[in-house]
């Protein structure tokens, strides 16, 4: 085997590098981990590559191959991990008289969520067919099943289920495709699935659908409250929030939601000065989102937190806030702020 591999480098190279964005996002979407989605990957190209030389495209495109591979990956992952939270997942939220004085304490124990970077994933990655062209009308269904709310609620699911629901209403593969993939019958496939969904609405039934990042306004509103917090003026940005607004901080337990907390919590612990933040934007699961940086004793601004927003006509819906400095190269961002 090692002398077939040795004379098709080039080959491989060539029929898999347009699946390794699909794959990632796939492998984000199982395990909610970018770095673990990246190992994944890498794992998922290793096994491919020692296996290349029995591929059977007569059996099965390189596409449906290669997601077989990543799939049972993930599935063999997640047998020994337990699923990646939210702080909303775990308790409830931070009482309002209690937000500004309560102690905050990191729970760096906890596998928490991570978003993903929108730059490490393509077009060409989303909603591909079996040749990799990008389908417009997938592209933009694969794009919203990349955004936060939905990955979290797909954490609830078992792993089985959730590979069934990914499989098929992400990438579209058909019934026959995924029980060959999983080794089970078609029948057993459109059961797990049935459950997925009904239990994936169960998990999150009033999620309010975000914006996508064609939409300027939503954009606009999230630009707005990250100008706002920059220059820490709590009247501004208490206005740019949604009535029933959350806010969250992984590693940190504890969340809050309504304008009112939230606004509370801000003013009390982040907002202390105009000096005390500079940002960055990025873009994290088709979602507006930044980079921030928070000004330490030696009077730079260091990487602090990557901060994801969700906005309706209302406001801002949703922050999620990964105080995780480790994401900054992720996401292509320095760890101490530029300048």
Do not use: K
Request: proline share 8%.
């Amino acid at each position: 085997m090692t002398e077939t591999l040795d004379m098709q480098p080039e080959e491989f190279v060539r029929q898999t590098d347009p699946f390794r964005r699909e794959l990632l996002g796939h492998c984000y979407r199982m395990l909610g981990s970018v770095h673990d989605a990246e190992d994944l990957v890498q794992e998922t190209m290793l096994r491919a590559w020692r296996s290349y030389p029995e591929f059977d495209p007569g059996r099965a495109s390189m596409r449906t191959w290669l997601h077989r591979i990543a799939t049972n990956a993930c599935l063999n992952a997640l047998d020994s991990r337990s699923r990646r939270p939210l702080p909303s997942d775990l308790t409830g939220p931070g009482d309002l008289a209690e937000a500004p004085r309560r102690p905050v304490g990191r729970h760096a124990e906890i596998a928490w969520l991570q978003p993903f970077p929108d730059a490490l994933l393509g077009s060409d990655a989303l909603g591909t067919d079996a040749g990799g062209t990008a389908d417009p009308a997938a592209v933009v269904a694969a794009r919203d099943s990349i955004r936060l709310a939905f990955v979290a609620a797909l954490q609830h699911l078992p792993a089985r289920q959730r590979a069934v629901l990914i499989l098929r209403d992400v990438l579209a593969c058909r019934a026959a495709e995924v029980a060959d993939l999983l080794e089970i019958t078609a029948a057993a496939v459109n059961s797990a699935l049935q459950r997925a969904r009904a239990q994936l609405q169960e998990a999150a039934p009033s999620q309010e659908h975000p914006a996508r990042p064609a939409d300027r306004a939503q954009r606009e509103m999230a630009d707005r409250y990250v100008a706002a917090f920059v220059q820490a003026d709590i009247d501004t940005l208490t206005r740019l929030l949604a009535d029933e607004v959350v806010l969250e901080m992984p590693p940190f337990l504890i969340w809050f939601r309504g304008r009112d907390g939230v606004a509370a919590f801000l003013a009390a612990r982040a907002l202390a000065a105009p000096d005390r933040w500079r940002v960055l934007p990025v873009g994290a699961n088709g979602q507006p989102a930044v980079g921030a940086y928070l000004r330490q004793p030696d009077g730079r601004h260091h990487a602090h937190s990557v901060q994801v927003f969700s906005a309706g006509a209302a406001g801002v819906t949703w922050i999620a806030a990964f105080a995780e400095p480790g994401l900054f190269p992720t996401f292509g961002l320095p760890l101490v702020y530029p300048g």
